[in-house]
């Protein structure tokens, strides 16, 4: 049966397209509306026509999966093209959201109306390309120049009432009467003529508007090729007759679409839609129900657990031993809910209806009415186990128990009690309300609901989650001890801090390995002994360099916590060079990237040789959410294939580090690992 089939109402054809999930604009779906356009023009009892989709949402844009491929026609652009020259008028009928290709198929028809709920956007730069089907043209022309760089330079979606604000919808409809609506607007305007099209509409702009966008978000776009272009093309639309800015679109799309950065950016979209998937977990197994959570701990990492849940409207019971300590991580929360309102996320009412949510107490008996209970507490095994014993004792029988440890033995926590099978680890990453990325681990006994449950709520609180199975530091941190011992082997043998940060940042990282160390704090794991220097980093922690939090770490800090290169540490490390002998020479970028970042890839793929991650393109979600990898790399797998595993092994080779067996057979077979 074709996805897109046509109704006449009277005079009016209704052309329907029904391709779940999200009606993709595929060849099949491209080619229903062009026949359907067809039948409408070629019919005179015919007077307008309307587009819409069954199903959830409107088209959510081209469909991806098609990317990469030979593309049958009839291609979008043309379709656009078709749809606007139609000399009958066409009514775009959106609910959902409109994205990407649907916006243009939006942007093409003669007039757009949208149910209340519905959503614009071009998100077309988060993929590394640009609204390729006269978008970047037609946008502009009808929504005016900075709404059209908002969209599509940084993909920003916006609501119904600001797209009829900015002459993007024609008319609002009834939320549960779109299709009547539509027909009734159709019919309202059939007689009018000329049709109004998008591409001829005047466009008057200010010209210091783009170089005005260009600075105010250079740091947000660094590194990356896409906004540049989508700027291009609508600083072009401003410039040129709508034929020209179109074929320069054109080309634009298809230096995009063809490099490397749009294959890495399309690479994370559906790995991590992948990444919520369990693959010996029947996607259909018996959910259990999560009505409360229960938190223990109600220090940083606690209370911003805690704020995942209050947000989605999940009552939480948190727990802390004393009165201060609860009452100081309630008023944090607080804070924090409160600094979002004021910055206009969030309403004052939303706040109340947050913390309304919450129960403080010191008895941990109140866990007993917990579907869910999660421990963030001191990370020792001693303190966990004592935990999880007790949480035995109260927790209700089907509670699921987890840690939210970021080393230790899940197996061993989960041994402390009698039901091994309802615990997993929870590892969220710090500042635990902002940062997506949920490493859910698996422990040998846990059962698949219990982990498919925390994997369905990972995503109601909205947050990437990814399955990784027991081993220290699990996928994320595992990979970042390499990268930091070696980095403090370099220290020794030449460089410096400032040279090993620059190339981090250079290649699109946040920040470097010393600037993190300085931000997490120096001492964190140090045994607190200052007498005992032992390493580099015992003598910074003697002195009290714990980093950003004391002015002085790696670096030194001003009042406004800028950093620069620090003499004292400069001393230190030469002390520790003479002390230790070690030969001295000159530290170039390229060995910098093959000592600190092809070894995290060699622990990746042990990562998948041992199973501890289930695929490739998980191992890069981790890298994308967890630690601010340039999506425009696509991750350290995905990175480690645009390299080639060849070179990898080579370099590693090269400055004899022990290679992973699965490296080296991918590297030999000429395979890729994504
Ligand atoms: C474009 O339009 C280019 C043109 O300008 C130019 C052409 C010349 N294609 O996210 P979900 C799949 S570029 C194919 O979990 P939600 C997705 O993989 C496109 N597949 O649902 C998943 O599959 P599975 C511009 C797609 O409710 C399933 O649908 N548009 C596409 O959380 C459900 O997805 C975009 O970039 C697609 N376009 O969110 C929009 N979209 O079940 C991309 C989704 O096998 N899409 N799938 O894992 C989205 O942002 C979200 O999917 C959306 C729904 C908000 C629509």
């Not at 098609?66 to 379709?79: N, R, V």
């Not at 941190?477 to 011992?485: G, I």
Request: with cysteine.
């Amino acid at each position: 049966m074709s996805v897109v089939r046509t109704e006449r109402h009277d005079d009016i054809l209704v052309i329907i397209s029904d391709n779940p999930p999200v009606n993709a604009l595929s060849a099949a779906v491209r080619q229903g509306l062009e026949a359907g356009i067809k039948e409408g023009v070629a019919d005179d009892s015919i007077a307008a026509m309307v587009i819409r989709c069954d199903g959830k949402t409107f088209f959510a844009g081209a469909d991806i999966s098609e990317f990469g491929k030979p593309m049958q026609e009839p291609i979008l652009p043309i379709l656009v093209d078709m749809i606007e020259a139609a000399g009958k008028p066409v009514v775009a009928a959106v609910h959902g959201t409109a994205l990407g290709g649907g916006c243009e198929v939006a942007l093409a028809s003669h007039y757009r109306i949208a149910v209340p709920s519905a959503k614009f956007g071009t998100p077309e730069v988060k993929l590394g390309i640009l609204p390729g089907a006269g978008g970047t043209q037609r946008l502009p022309r009808v929504a005016g120049v900075e709404l059209a760089l908002e969209m599509t330079a940084k993909g920003t979606m916006i609501p119904a009432n600001r797209a009829r604000d900015a002459g993007l919808i024609d008319r609002l409809a009834g939320e549960d009467s779109l299709e009547k609506d539509a027909i009734a607007f159709a019919r309202e305007i059939s007689g009018i003529r000329p049709v109004p099209k998008s591409s001829e509409k005047p466009l008057t702009h200010d010209p210091a508007v783009f170089e005005q966008f260009r600075k105010a978000n250079a740091r947000r776009f660094r590194g990356y090729e896409a906004p540049e272009a989508n700027i291009a093309c609508v600083e072009k639309a401003t410039q040129t007759p709508y034929e020209e800015g179109v074929q320069f679109e054109r080309m634009q799309f298809m230096k995009l679409i063809m490099g490397v950065q749009s294959a890495a950016q399309r690479h994370i979209f559906f790995a991590e839609r992948k990444a919520s998937k369990i693959d010996d977990v029947p996607a259909d197994i018996k959910l259990r129900p999560i009505k409360r959570v229960g938190v223990i701990g109600a220090g940083t990492m606690g209370g911003g657990i805690t704020m995942n849940f209050l947000s989605a409207g999940i009552p939480v019971t948190i727990v802390e031993m004393q009165q201060e300590a609860l009452d100081r991580g309630t008023a944090i929360m607080r804070k924090n809910y409160e600094a979002t309102a004021a910055k206009g996320r969030i309403t004052a009412e939303q706040v109340e209806q947050a913390m309304g949510l919450l129960k403080p107490t010191l008895d941990m008996n109140d866990l007993a009415e917990c579907d869910l209970i999660i421990e963030a507490v001191y990370e020792n095994m001693d303190v966990k186990k004592e935990v999880f014993g007790k949480l035995d004792k109260i927790a209700k029988p089907g509670a699921i128990l987890a840690s939210n440890t970021s080393f230790l033995d899940v197996n061993e926590i989960a041994a402390s009690t009698s039901r091994p099978e309802d615990v997993l680890g929870m590892h969220f990453f710090s500042p635990a309300n902002v940062m997506k990325l949920l490493e859910v681990v698996r422990g040998d006994k846990t059962a698949g609901d219990v982990l498919a449950t925390v994997m369905a709520l990972a995503k109601k609180i909205r947050k990437v989650a990814v399955v990784a199975g027991v081993c220290h530091g699990f996928i994320g941190n595992r990979m970042l001890e390499p990268r930091q011992v070696e980095a403090m082997k370099l220290l020794m043998e030449g460089a410096t801090p400032e040279q090993i940060d620059k190339v981090h940042v250079d290649f699109g990282m946040p920040m470097g390995p010393f600037q993190m160390s300085d931000l997490a704090g120096v001492d964190i794991g140090w045994h607190r002994d200052p007498n005992r220097i032992e390493n580099i980093r015992d003598a910074l922690c003697a002195e009290e360099r714990w980093g950003q939090k004391k002015k002085a770490g790696w670096y030194d800090y001003d009042d406004k916590r800028n950093p620069s290169p620090s003499p004292r540490v400069a001393e230190i490390i030469e002390e520790f060079r003479k002390k230790s002998g070690a030969a001295q020479h000159e530290v170039t970028t390229e060995e910098i990237i093959e000592r600190t970042l092809y070894p995290m890839v060699n622990e990746g793929a042990r990562i998948l040789e041992e199973g501890k991650a289930q695929r490739a393109s998980d191992i890069d979600v981790v890298w994308i959410y967890g630690y601010g990898w340039p999506p425009y790399r696509g991750g350290p797998m995905f990175w480690a294939d645009t390299e080639g595993l060849k070179k990898i092994v080579a370099g590693l080779e090269k400055h004899g580090f022990k290679i992973s067996a699965l490296l080296k057979e991918k590297a030999e077979k000429g395979e890729r690992f994504t």
